[in-house]
């Protein structure tokens, strides 16, 4: 199994690889389901992400099936379920890196500041539940002079929505700060522009 630090390093190349349109006979595009795989999964890290059509992991970093471990869920939130299948990875399969995702144009944080500065009683509760754990991370910014430039504070808020995410994971599960302290688990939060294709390694 790759170190964080090599696996890190594969998921830069292969998103420089999308960037610039470079295709891969060993990516997901060139790969069909195989007997190995059949048998086992080996991924490399593992990618919390949102569930936006315009990111989907595999494709943005250029990898084959089997390569990534990924969990989607609007606003790539933490909850117990995102935890749970985190720490199933990690001790299952020895991945060593996980990737907080988030994007540009991220629909769950615009849900949240709509939320916040013009409040309705007529949200789904279900939406309401993702509104509450992106909360937190975004209400010190309303407090700011972003609050006055919308396109300002919505990046900044997708940005501390994921640093918020690498804190909840690093400190909510005994079991991931065990493997961080002994064994080598990393931690990171990424960007994806959906403007550029770009993924911005933000927070390592």
Do not use: W
Not at 166 to 186: A, M
Not at 194 to 201: C, K
């Amino acid at each position: 199994m790759l170190s964080a630090a090599d696996a890190l390093a594969r998921l830069k190349l292969g998103n420089q690889d999308f960037v610039n349109h470079v295709a891969d006979s060993d990516t997901l595009a060139g790969l069909g389901a195989s007997a190995e795989l059949v048998q086992e999964q080996r991924p490399f890290a593992i990618i919390l992400g949102c569930s936006d059509a315009r990111v989907p992991a595999e494709i943005v970093f250029n990898q084959g099936l089997g390569d990534l471990f990924v969990i989607r869920v609007a606003g790539n939130i933490v909850a117990p379920s995102q935890i749970g299948s985190i720490e199933f990875a990690a001790e299952m399969f020895g991945t060593r890196l996980v990737v907080v995702l988030g994007h540009t144009q991220c629909g769950a944080i615009k849900a949240t500041l709509d939320q916040l500065q013009q409040p309705s009683e007529k949200q789904s509760p279900n939406l309401r539940s993702i509104v509450d754990r992106v909360r937190p991370s975004v209400d010190a910014l309303l407090r700011t002079d972003l609050r006055h430039d919308h396109a300002a504070l919505s990046a900044a808020a997708v940005r501390a929505n994921v640093e918020k995410s690498v804190d909840q994971l690093g400190h909510s599960s005994p079991i991931l700060e065990h493997l961080i302290q002994t064994d080598g688990l990393r931690i990171v939060g990424a960007e994806y522009s959906v403007e550029t294709g770009a993924v911005d390694f933000f927070s390592e």
